[in-house]
């Protein structure tokens, strides 16, 4: 069965649909000190939460067109963590978001934002969007660095409702923003 989400490549990575034998690197991913210190995710999170994550993402695919994607590094076919679009169904969720969580092993090589803008261009080239955002908390200085890179501006900080122990900021980027720093 053919999946919805689209597999597309930068020049280092493949940005492929989720698969059921990408769980154990998944639940890696999620379950290292640095990854759940920046995304403030629990202590016991596990390859259930995992799973359910890689489900709602493909079914994201398959309902609204956007979603994340597993991102694999071509040369060597190591899973490096998930980025993309994420469109849920949230009160005071303020639009599709480009997001991204990579393994430690891979932060510093400069693949969040290499996924980041391949996810961003998709969403304005072929999605046709408007606005997009991110919500980094603050604290997370290197998604926030990476979302500057991006163009995105710091536009908001507020608690989100689904999440209201900690204020997010609200990173934001227009279609015309976008279009403007791709003339130069």
């Given at each position: 069965?053919a999946?919805p989400?689209p597999?597309?490549e ?5 940005l ?5 034998s990408?769980?154990?690197?998944y639940?890696a ?6 990854v759940?210190?920046?995304l403030?995710?629990?202590d016991d999170?596990?390859p259930?939460e995992?799973w359910?994550q890689m489900a709602?993402f493909?079914g994201?695919?398959?309902l609204r067109?956007t979603?994340?994607w597993?991102l ?11 980025a993309?679009?994420?469109?849920p ?5 303020p639009g ?8 430690p092993?891979?932060w510093?090589?400069?693949y969040?934002?290499e996924?980041g ?8 080239e ?9 919500l980094i908390q603050?604290?997370n ?6 979302a500057?890179?991006l163009?995105f501006?710091l ?10 122990s ?6 934001e980027l227009s279609?015309d923003?976008?279009?403007?720093d791709?003339?130069?």
């Amino acid at each position: 069965m053919a999946s919805p989400c689209p597999t597309i490549e930068t020049e280092r990575l493949l940005l492929r649909p989720f698969r059921d034998s990408d769980l154990e690197a998944y639940t890696a991913v999620l379950t290292t000190d640095e990854v759940r210190a920046s995304l403030s995710l629990p202590d016991d999170i596990g390859p259930d939460e995992a799973w359910a994550q890689m489900a709602v993402f493909l079914g994201q695919w398959e309902l609204r067109g956007t979603g994340q994607w597993a991102l694999e590094e071509k040369t060597t076919g190591a899973f490096v963590g998930r980025a993309g679009l994420h469109n849920p169904v949230r009160h005071g969720w303020p639009g599709t978001e480009v997001g991204w969580t990579l393994h430690p092993d891979h932060w510093g090589k400069g693949y969040a934002t290499e996924a980041g803008a391949r996810s961003r261009d998709y969403a304005f080239e072929e999605l046709e969007m408007d606005r997009l955002f991110s919500l980094i908390q603050p604290h997370n200085d290197r998604s926030a660095a990476v979302a500057r890179r991006l163009g995105f501006e710091l536009t908001d900080t507020r608690i989100i409702e689904f999440f209201p122990s900690a204020p997010h900021g609200v990173w934001e980027l227009s279609r015309d923003a976008w279009q403007r720093d791709q003339l130069g």
